[in-house]
Structure formats: structure tokens, C-alpha cells
């Protein structure tokens, strides 16, 4: 007998059409590029062993220019601030004694997202983000619970984080603007013989303002009581007839 051949491997692709994109994902897709383009991202976290304990290092191939950029995106010009940073995002990233490092990169991915422009809001960013991680770990918990016990303790965990997380938009947002409310004032100007308006005017389909319909309240006196008006239906009170001396006569 001849050598044993081995079957043919089959292709898992054989016999499918390629997919053709439609012209609204070429558009997703040229878009999503311009966005890379315009502005790179950091480098990814590369977590390897070491002999004493993990490295964390940013996964490019020039490694100075990849701690350059990782600097850049979050918002630092100090080495000691981007390290420490980068151990305490390991930390509440992982739930073990070994970093994790999809944690620790999604973590870093929220902070750079924010676009923190100093030390400061990078900081408020990587809190953000582990209160994020806090509020999804007790909504899973929320899911799972099997006692009433249980249950309270998950619900109310999950919302006094979803709070924090909400005041801490709120301090981002105020840090940013510099806590400043902006007020608009609006100058309305009348000339002589004119009238302001206060209120909605309606306008017709000719083009010309409807006049306003006012209403003007009748002017009292509150010093005064007002004297009541009696009034007999259907009785005509008889009027006195003057006499030649100016006197009315008595009817």
C-alpha cells in the first residue's frame, strides 16, 4: 500500500461572499481614522513579570516616546506622577494579587477619554473611573443577590456610587469652567412714541404682529371703603322738586 495521504483540510471561508460595506460604514470607518489621526492615542499598558515583582511599561517600540506619549495623555510633565499613578490604576483594576492588565488599560483608556488637561483633573479622572468599576461590581451583585439582606446592602452601595460618580461630573465640569455662571443680559431698545412688549407675541402668516391684547385692573383706593349701592328692584325713587329759593321740596 502507498504512504497514507492526510485529508484536506477544508477552508472555513469557502463558499461565503465577501461582505461589501455600504457607503454608511466607509463613512464610520473614514471617520473613525481622521479621529486616530487627529488625535493618537496613548500608548497600551504592557504588564510583564519581573524578578521581584511586575513591570508596567507602555507597550510601543520606542519606549521613550511611548512614556512621552502616555505623559501627554494624562496631563503631566512629572515621571513620578505618571508611575504612581499607573501603580495605584493597577491596583483598583484588579481583583487579585496579579494586575490585570485589560483592567489596568481600561482604566487608563477612561482617564485619557476625559482629556484631563492638568494633574488635577487626572486625578478626579482615575477616581471616576474606579468608582466606575465599584458601581458595575454591585450592580452585578444587585443581579445575583438571594436574600432580602443581600439586597438592601447591593442597592444601597449602588446608588451612593452612581451619586459620587454624578458630583464628581459636577466637580469636573465646575473645575473646568472655573465655577463662573454665565449670564446672558439682553439690551431692548424703544424708541420715542413706542411700547415694549413683555411676553409671547404671536405673528400671523402676513407677516404683520398681532396686537397684544392687555387688560388694565381698576384702580382702587385701599384708604377708603366703598360705600355699597342699595337698590330696590322695581322701585323708582321720586325726585324733589326744586323751589324758586334753591330748596328741594319734600315729595
Known amino acids: 500500500m502507498g504512504p497514507h495521504k492526510k485529508p484536506k483540510k477544508r477552508n ?32 497600551r499598558i504592557k504588564v510583564t513579570d519581573g524578578k521581584n515583582a511586575p513591570t508596567i511599561k507602555p507597550d510601543h517600540p520606542d519606549e521613550p516616546l511611548g512614556y512621552a506619549l502616555l505623559m501627554e495623555a494624562l496631563g503631566t510633565v512629572s515621571v513620578d506622577f505618571m508611575s504612581g499613578l499607573l501603580n495605584q ?19 487608563l483608556s ?9 494633574q488635577l483633573e487626572t486625578m478626579l479622572a482615575a477616581q471616576m473611573a474606579a468608582i466606575h468599576l465599584a458601581t ?22 449602588l446608588n451612593k456610587l452612581a451619586r459620587t460618580y454624578a458630583m464628581q461630573m459636577e466637580a469636573l465640569k465646575r473645575y473646568r469652567t472655573g465655577g463662573e455662571q454665565k449670564v446672558t443680559v439682553q439690551h431692548v431698545s424703544v424708541s420715542e412714541g413706542g411700547q415694549a412688549i413683555v411676553g409671547n407675541v404671536t405673528q400671523p402668516a402676513g407677516g404683520t404682529p398681532e396686537k397684544p391684547v392687555t387688560t388694565t385692573p381698576a384702580l382702587t383706593d385701599k384708604r377708603q371703603e366703598v360705600m355699597p349701592i342699595i337698590e330696590t328692584p322695581g322701585q323708582v325713587l321720586p ?12 315729595a
Open 12 to 43: 472555513p471561508n469557502a463558499g461565503k461572499t465577501k461582505h461589501e460595506r455600504t457607503a454608511r460604514e466607509k463613512t464610520a470607518v473614514d471617520q473613525f481614522i481622521a479621529h486616530v489621526a487627529a488625535a493618537p492615542a496613548a500608548p
Open 89 to 107: 490604576l493597577a491596583n483598583a483594576g484588579s481583583h487579585g494579587p496579579q494586575i490585570d492588565e485589560g483592567g489596568l488599560n481600561f482604566m
Open 110 to 118: 477612561v482617564v485619557e477619554g476625559l482629556k484631563p488637561k492638568d
Open 136 to 157: 458595575m461590581t454591585f450592580a452585578r451583585r444587585l443581579a445575583h443577590v438571594e436574600t432580602i439582606q443581600q439586597q438592601d446592602s447591593a442597592e444601597r452601595a
Open 239 to 250: 325726585l324733589r322738586a326744586k323751589k324758586k329759593d334753591g330748596r328741594r321740596s319734600s
